[in-house]
């Protein structure tokens, strides 16, 4: 059943209509009311007056987190703060945080495409939703309440945290579908074992995780843990939230909501478009936002377009899951890698916790790569023997998939930092 199948399954030509159009105003908008874009274009000498393809697209200048910042907090603002009612902010890993705002109507549309994801993820208004992203400057917690609520789903606005009284209620209240990162997903798994319950006597079926990357086989593992169906969805405070984009239950990609949102993918070196299929940095431009447009968003995050129609029948394209992000990308001893490729290979072997940690340091002037991870009781309390077995095990399966060498230390379970938001993998301390 679709949400909305007068516009996700648009033949391309009406969308790309659609798209110009809605892009022409979104121009005239920025041009006409945010002195930041109104410079810029006048800079390019971009006429968005007469602005007839989206081809046209790539003349346009890109926005950057730092273009953010540097108008914090309200300078990309292109309406007044008397006509926004809801202010969200990212604080981000690095320096300043970003605001961004939204008018009664962006609420609306927001709490539609989050409508739309959660359908396409298998939700109805029939299903017990628990919300355990947090509720507050974070985008997760609201946007996903708002879109359930206008689904018409029983929303158990929990929050995050607290794991034993968030399966409490899980199993009183007859949660049908669960919504957190996907490494919370795991916690709630383990310490559901850990209370002795068995997850099949829950009522859970369908899982929306997102927030922050993770793999096809953590899926596998929250799938199997938790006996669900997990999907991904993927979005961005910048661009909006939650919603940007989610999976079907086909869970092969997730359709981006192109009515809402233009998108390209950039080769982060050259910032030329690659073609489809090619891996590259996902740029957004918002079609409909009022209160806080972007043009030419550079998310950072790496991606490809999966070029192939969708069996389920939605015409909106699919991105491949994020694989990482163009600067999260480790470079170690001249190769890049990616924190995702690690989990990976530890989740394909026996004796390990899906928990782990990358320490990277450097020692006379050499990277020197440490991945922490947890191994299960049975191997770390067993005889020395068996853990240097499973160390040089991880070693090696780790040099074929990365091509260089690091070390590998296994911890006591539950010795690494659980979080139950965005988990931090990387330590890096190098001074570069
Ligand atoms: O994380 C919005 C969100 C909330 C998305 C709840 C999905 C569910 P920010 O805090 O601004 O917004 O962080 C955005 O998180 O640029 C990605 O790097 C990462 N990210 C978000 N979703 C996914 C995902 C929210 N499904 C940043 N897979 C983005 C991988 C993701 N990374």
Redesign the pocket.
């Known amino acids: 059943m679709y949400w909305e199948a007068e516009k996700e399954c648009m033949a391309r030509d009406a969308l790309e209509q659609l798209q110009l159009e809605r892009l022409q105003s979104t121009l005239y908008r920025v041009g006409t009311h945010v002195p930041f874009y109104r410079k810029k274009f006048e800079q390019l000498r971009i006429d968005y007056d007469n602005f007839r393809s989206l081809d046209a697209l790539r003349t346009l200048p890109f926005t950057t987190k730092q273009d953010l910042r540097d108008n914090y907090p309200y300078g990309l603002f292109a309406v007044p703060l008397r006509d926004v009612v809801r202010i969200h902010s990212?604080s981000?890993t690095t320096g300043l945080a970003?605001v961004v705002g939204y008018t009664r109507n962006d609420i609306k549309n927001w709490s539609h495409l989050v409508a739309r994801i959660l359908t396409a993820a298998g939700v109805t208004a029939d299903d017990v939703i628990q919300i355990a992203?947090g509720y507050g400057l974070?985008?997760?917690g609201f946007?996903?309440h708002y879109g359930a609520e206008r689904l018409g789903a029983s929303v158990i606005p929990i929050s995050a945290g607290n794991t034993q009284r968030q399966i409490r209620i899980m199993q009183d209240f007859k949660t049908t579908a669960l919504?957190c990162?996907?490494s919370y997903a795991l916690i709630i798994a383990d310490t559901l074992l850990e209370m002795g319950i068995n997850p099949s006597g829950l009522s859970l079926r369908v899982g929306?995780?997102?927030?922050?990357?993770?793999s096809e086989a953590m899926r596998r593992e929250i799938n199997d843990k938790l006996r669900i169906t997990a999907t991904?969805?993927?979005?961005?405070?910048?661009i909006m939230?939650?919603?940007?984009?989610g999976e079907c239950s086909e869970c092969n990609g997730?359709h981006i909501n192109e009515d809402h949102f233009l998108v390209e993918v950039v080769d982060p070196e050259t910032l030329e478009p690659v073609p489809d299929g090619e891996t590259g940095e996902l740029v957004i431009t918002t079609l409909t936002k009022e209160a806080f447009p972007m043009i030419r968003y550079r998310?950072?995050?790496l991606t490809r377009i999966i070029p192939e129609p969708c069996p389920c029948g939605r015409t909106m394209r699919r991105m491949q899951?994020?694989m990482g992000?163009s600067d999260?990308m480790l470079i170690i001893k001249g190769v890049n890698v990616f924190p995702i490729q690690i989990e990976k290979v530890l989740f394909e072997i026996e004796g390990t916790e899906p928990h782990y940690q990358i320490i990277v340091d450097r020692e006379n002037h050499s990277d020197r790569v440490t991945v922490q991870v947890e191994a299960n009781e049975s191997i770390f309390f067993d005889e020395m023997r068996k853990q240097r077995v499973l160390i040089e095990h991880i070693k090696s399966r780790l040099a074929t998939e990365l091509g260089i060498s690091v070390e590998v230390k296994l911890v006591e379970a539950k010795t690494l930092e659980r979080t139950e938001g965005?988990s931090k993998r990387v330590i890096d301390k190098r001074r570069l």
């Open positions: 990212s981000g970003t992203f974070f985008t997760g946007g996903l919504v990162t996907p929306l995780f997102g927030a922050e990357p993770w991904d969805n993927y979005g961005l405070s910048e939230g939650p919603g940007v984009a997730l998310t950072r995050d899951r994020i992000r999260d965005k």
